[in-house]
Antibody, heavy 118, light 107 residues
Framework: EVQLVESGGGLVQPGGSLRLSCAAS????????MSWVRQAPGKGLEWVSVIYSGDSTYYAESVEGRFIISRDNSKNTLYLELNSLRADDTAVYYC????????????WGQGTLVTVSS | EIVMTQSPATLSVSPGERATLSCRAR??????LAWYQQKPGQAPRLLIY???TRATGIPPRFSGSGSGTEFTLTISSLQSEDFAVYYCQQYHEWPLTFGGGTKVEIK
């Protein structure tokens, strides 16, 4: 059974940093394209970043230069490093898997809440 | 980026009735369109991909249609568990973009 479990969210001050983790089971993270998608409170879904099975990465313009996506193949875990955080980064962050070559999301984690506030 | 617009924002439907949700893309996304269902406090769940293919385990009362710029999600006979927010997403072009959602509520 495919499972994604996020962790690492919390309260952080503006300008601060946080690292989110997404532990996967039931499949191999490195063999799939993996994304982070976020949802601000009461708002819709926003794609944030992707790491392809071939290691390339891509970011939404709103986080480019501030967020870094990576993975640890030995731990079968996806990460998102959030830097220079702003109030508008406050959201639930979901990790999500895409079938190879197609960029819809067939499996999602339960999400982790990041709150940026002083 | 490709802007996705969903309508209506809220749809009030009685159980057992049919619900029709619309999603429009500002430019063609071919058939690279997915639909998700999200209930309060839960992650989104994939319903439909490639505009009309039901995901694993999705009941046949959910159907998708359309191509290019106009898409429709139809729920043929609403069950109590179907009251939720529905999002469309295009994956034709980066960045991936979602519609703003349609909330299906009990009438």
């Amino acid at each position: 059974e495919v499972q994604l479990v996020e962790s690492g969210g919390g309260l952080v001050q503006p300008g601060g940093s946080l690292r989110l983790s997404c532990a996967a089971s039931g499949f191999t993270v490195s063999s799939n394209d993996m994304s982070w998608v976020r949802q601000a409170p009461g708002k819709g879904l926003e794609w944030v970043s992707v790491i392809y099975s071939g290691d390339s990465t891509y970011y939404a313009e709103s986080v480019e230069g501030r967020f870094i996506i990576s993975r640890d193949n030995s731990k079968n875990t996806l990460y998102l490093e959030l830097n220079s955080l702003r109030a508008d980064d406050t959201a639930v962050y979901y990790c999500a898997r895409s079938p190879l070559g197609f960029y819809y999301f067939d499996n999602w984690g339960q999400g982790t809440l990041v709150t940026v506030s002083s | 980026e490709i802007v996705m617009t969903q309508s209506p924002a809220t749809l009030s439907v009685s159980p057992g009735e049919r619900a029709t949700l619309s999603c429009r893309a500002r430019q063609s996304v071919s058939s690279k369109l997915a639909w998700y269902q999200q209930k309060p406090g839960q992650a989104p769940r994939l319903l439909i991909y490639a505009a009309s293919t039901r995901a694993t385990g999705i009941p046949p009362r959910f159907s998708g249609s359309g191509s290019g710029t106009e898409f429709t999600l139809t729920i043929s006979s609403l069950q109590s568990e179907d009251f939720a927010v529905y999002y469309c997403q295009q994956y034709h072009e980066w960045p991936l973009t979602f519609g703003g959602g349609t909330k299906v509520e009990i009438k």
